[in-house]
Nanobody, 120 residues
Framework: QVQLVESGGGLVQAGGSLRLSCAAS????????MGWFRQTPGKEREFVAT????????SYVDSVKGRFTISRDNAKNTMYLQMNSLKPEDTAVYYC?????????????WGQGIQVTVSS
């Protein structure tokens, strides 16, 4: 079992930066692909970024390419999302997730979500 807890969210101004962390417990995250998703009221959860277990492969939704960077530190059992040049459209609840596969049909483990609000 893997438990995931997000941190680092909050309120920032447009153009600012924020770093989200996803701390895991219960099991090492090294065998797992990790991902970030986000959801706004009235909309379905949206894929944001994913990273393979070793960190060798990453993927991003087009709207965040060049602005967001996903990374991981397996020694610290933590995954990160560095968000730069934030836009009001990035406002959402962000969720971290983990799965044994890089392109899972559905992620096995999920965090509770954390609010990111970008003001104009």
């Amino acid at each position: 079992q893997v438990q995931l807890v997000e941190s680092g969210g909050g309120l920032v101004q447009a153009g600012g930066s924020l770093r989200l962390s996803c701390a895991a417990s219960g099991h090492s995250i090294s065998p797992y692909a990790m991902g970030w998703f986000r959801q706004t009221p009235g909309k379905e959860r949206e894929f944001v970024a994913t990273i393979s277990g070793s960190g060798s492969s990453t993927s991003y939704v087009d709207s965040v390419k060049g602005r967001f960077t996903i990374s991981r530190d397996n020694a610290k059992n933590t995954m990160y999302l560095q968000m730069n040049s934030l836009k009001p459209e990035d406002t959402a609840v962000y969720y971290c997730a983990a799965d044994r596969f890089y392109y899972p049909t559905s992620y096995q483990y999920w965090g509770q979500g954390i609010q990111v609000t970008v003001s104009s």
